[in-house]
């Protein structure tokens, strides 16, 4: 077995390295793309098996139905438990999810966007390193720890009622908690307070992507913008906000798909009205209802397809 070698631009013969690993890499050498596939292989079965079998697992028990006698699951192909989504208090809780995954996403997008201009575009040396470790600082701390120290500052006893107390609006908070949507005896058993606490958790995943994005706009454009006699105003729609629309577009992915499919804040800190998470869990762990619960976990997934088919064609993952 030999291998080949180029030497002082002559091509010459060298004897093969003996043994088993000699004779593995000469062979790899050789044969390229069987060291590829060797090395694909675990993570494409691991891909197929585990995750996209158990999806597809998933997707075929949302075409079963429970048997409203015995309460078995009956295999038979059926489209009734679909169906059952469409029922008003099922369909509530789809609508109900929807609209607060939008509100937190235009939310973080709103605070967001400052920030990461900033960082951008006039941070510089230790204050950019300042601003990275202010953003990255709360994904340190542990998720559950974050949500309840955000109940404790919610709650009725809390630090921010305490707070309107001493500015002497307490009846602005009063009033906002009498609000027949959003409101509820507390900051903490409210919509109002889930979607403060949804904003907080995942505003960092809209920062960095934006900022990001904001990073890459060319400083010539908008000083030629300002030459050319535009506004600040319309510099910002019709240069800095199309260019920086991707990095947007980017997070609003991960905001939009952790709040659809997120169920212990709703859990923790909430009303008792279900979201999407909260009834998979609940139609799979306490009714035992097997089908309702997978059909319930394929609309996020529809739902994110649509999404994010739309985030592509806005050059969204351009700005990952």
């Known amino acids: 077995m030999t291998a080949l070698t180029i030497t002082s631009g002559k091509t010459s013969i060298l004897p093969g390295r003996g043994g088993f690993f000699g004779q593995l890499s000469d062979a790899f050498w050789r044969h ?12 494409l079965l691991w891909l197929g098996i585990i995750y996209i079998g158990s999806l597809i697992a998933l997707l075929l028990q949302s075409f079963f139905s429970i048997d409203d006698f015995s309460g078995l699951v009956n295999t038979e192909f059926t489209l009734s438990t679909y169906a059952q989504l469409l029922n008003p208090a099922n369909f509530d809780i ?3 999810t929807l609209v607060m995954s939008a509100l937190v996403t235009l939310a973080a997008a709103l605070i ?63 009033a906002t908690l009498n609000l027949p949507v959003i409101g509820g005896n507390s900051l903490s058993v409210s919509y109002l307070g889930t979607f403060i606490v949804f904003v907080y958790i995942w505003l960092p995943y ?27 105003r319309q510099t910002f729609r019709t240069v800095l906000l199309p260019l920086a629309l991707p990095g947007i577009v980017a997070g609003s992915i991960f905001t939009f798909s952790l709040t659809l499919g997120d169920y212990i804040i709703p859990q923790i800190i909430g009303s008792s009205r279900l979201f999407i998470g909260q009834a998979v869990y609940a139609q799979q762990g306490t009714a035992g209802n097997v089908p309702l619960a997978a059909a319930f976990s394929v609309v996020p997934i529809v739902i994110m397809a649509l999404y994010l088919s739309l985030a592509r064609k806005l050059g969204a993952f351009d700005a990952l």
């Open 32 to 43: 390229p793309k069987l060291l590829l596939f060797l090395m694909l292989t675990p993570p």
């Open 206 to 232: 809209m920062i960095l992507p934006t900022q990001a994005a904001l990073e890459r706009v060319p400083g010539n454009l908008i000083e030629a913008s300002a030459d050319l006699g535009a506004t600040p």
């Open 94 to 96: 789809i609508i109900r």
């Open 112 to 174: 967001g966007f400052p920030i990461a201009y900033y960082a951008a575009r006039y941070a510089q040396g230790k204050w950019k390193a300042l601003f990275y470790l202010g953003v990255m600082l709360p994904l340190w701390s542990s998720y559950l720890v974050k949500i309840y120290a955000w109940k404790l500052i919610l709650a009725k006893e809390g630090i921010l009622t305490w707070i309107f107390e001493k500015l002497h609006l307490s009846w602005l908070l009063d």
